[in-house]
């Protein structure tokens, strides 16, 4: 039996359907009993969104997550967002609706891998700095440097990395050699990537472009170089929305990053028409909407709820969150 009849994880099959709104009118009634704030990244679905007190890129959040004043944070996102929020409140408790959302580009860097790496590195004499992508876990990050976000890396890199230090990136190759190119830094890049951002197609971004001839490609610097090559802009999630409420006079945007973002575009711009690149299935080469990120999608209204109603899961304190926060504050609240 369930612990108080909760309902299941996504995926299984009950045939128990609940209504949406009655769901989000449950979730602002625990919000105010249990004393929380519901923080949503930009890449979980629209509904989430709506009935969060902040939403925004992982920047924006991490800094929303310290002006909390509630006793109970709920992060709809993944883990190493919760974490980060976790460990700039070790006094609050932080709830993650399910603890399975990951994230393919922490997964692609465990901390006792970087650690060798860069053991191995400083044995053959180099004087690496490392600065790691947000997308890490607290114990990656406590092995760091600096770390960024899309909105913050490329300040960081030209303006805070010491000239004369060799830097290592990771895990993201694809960020870390869209960073080469704008800062001419060069840099030993980690080979991870981002299961979403990896599998757009280039052909049918490039036949979505001539069935719609004047629109503009927007993409994250997460994709591929031959997606950056053929967009009209790149950047993180909070540019794309400045980027695009600054154009005033209604365009096409063909999006190339995780397509729950068109919903933020859309509050924030609704002049414009949003369409969403498709993606590739690598095992078959078919053309799919698989543009989605299967972690934030485990994040659902009713585990947003039981999350609420039961006290967890909730992230708990690690002993190495005190280093990484050092770092993490240091890097993206200074």
């Known amino acids: 039996m369930r612990e108080n009849n909760l309902l299941p994880i996504a995926g299984e099959e009950t045939g128990i359907y609940e209504d949406p ?15 929380a704030t519901i923080l949503a990244h930009y890449y979980v ?3 989430i969104q709506d009935i969060a007190d902040f939403a925004g890129d992982s920047l924006q959040l991490a800094r929303d997550a310290v002006n909390v004043t509630t006793s109970t944070i709920v992060f709809a996102g993944v883990h190493f967002m919760a974490e980060t929020a976790k460990m700039l409140n070790p006094e609050k408790t932080v709830l993650l609706p399910d603890l399975q959302a990951g994230c393919s580009l922490s997964e692609s860097c465990p901390a006792d891998k970087l650690a060798a790496y860069q053991a191995e590195l400083r044995a053959k004499g180099h004087d690496i700095v490392t600065v790691a992508y947000i997308n890490t876990s607290a114990a990656v990050k406590s092995l760091c440097d600096w770390i960024v976000t899309s909105g913050n890396a490329r300040e960081v890199v030209e303006n805070r990395v ?3 230090k060799e830097i290592l990136f990771v895990p993201d190759q694809h960020l870390g050699r869209y960073l080469m190119e704008v800062t001419g830094r060069e840099m030993i ?4 990537s981002c299961m979403v951002h990896e599998v757009f197609s280039l052909q049918d971004l490039i036949r979505a472009k001539k069935n719609n001839p004047d629109s503009l490609v927007i993409s994250h610097p997460e994709c591929p170089q031959n997606i950056l090559d053929v967009s009209d802009f790149v950047g993180g999630t909070e540019k794309m929305r400045q980027h695009v409420a600054a154009i005033q006079e209604p365009k096409t945007f063909l999006v190339a990053t995780e397509a729950n973002m068109i919903h933020p575009l859309e509050a924030i711009a609704p002049q414009h028409e949003f369409i969403p690149v498709p993606g590739i299935m690598t095992d078959t ?6 543009n989605r990120c299967p972690h934030m999608a485990r994040n659902t209204l009713q585990k947003v709820r039981d999350c609420l109603k039961r006290g967890k899961p909730e992230i708990l304190w690690q002993p190495y969150f005190d280093k990484a926060k050092e770092v993490v504050s240091r890097s993206l609240l200074q």
Do not use: F, N, S
Request: proline share 6%; hydrophobic share 30%; with cysteine.
């Open 21 to 35: 709104l009655d769901l989000m009118d449950e979730i602002d009634r625990l919000k105010v009993a249990k004393d």
């Open 189 to 192: 890049l980690w080979p991870g």
């Open 285 to 290: 080469g078919e053309t799919c909407a698989c």
């Open 162 to 164: 010491p000239k004369d």
């Open 45 to 47: 679905d629209g509904e």
